[in-house]
Nanobody
Framework: QVQVVESGGGLVQAGGSLMLSCAAS????????MGWYRQAPGKQRELVAG???????NYADSVKGRFTISRDNAKNTVYLQMNSLKPEDTAVYYC???????????????WGQGTQVTVSS
């Protein structure tokens, strides 16, 4: 069982920045894919960004150029740097760990508890 713990959410004004962190337990971190989904009230969960075991990344069109995902295998941690935040980025952000190494496919994935990001206008 992999434990997934997110941190870094909060309240920020539009145009501001936040960095989310996601730490995963276990010794096999380097083979996992990881990423972030988000869910806003009344909306479906959507992929925000992911990074594969090989380091390839993918982003939702709505965040390209504003968000950057990265990973530090030595720290078993993935980061999501969010810049130029908009009110529509307000959501609960969930980190996932994919044992398959995928940056977006979440079958069999482990999930964090979620962290709230609120962007005020």
């Amino acid at each position: 069982q992999v434990q997934v713990v997110e941190s870094g959410g909060g309240l920020v004004q539009a145009g501001g920045s936040l960095m989310l962190s996601c730490a995963a337990s276990g010794s096999r971190f380097s083979i996992y894919g990881m990423g972030w989904y988000r869910q806003a009230p009344g909306k479906q969960r959507e992929l925000v960004a992911g990074i594969s075991r090989g380091g390839s990344t993918n982003y939702a069109d709505s965040v390209k150029g504003r968000f950057t995902i990265s990973r530090d295998n030595a720290k078993n941690t993935v980061y999501l740097q969010m810049n130029s935040l908009k009110p529509e980025d307000t959501a609960v952000y969930y980190c996932f760990v994919s044992p398959l190494g995928s940056s977006y496919y979440t079958m069999g994935a482990y999930w964090g508890q979620g962290t709230q990001v609120t962007v005020s206008s």
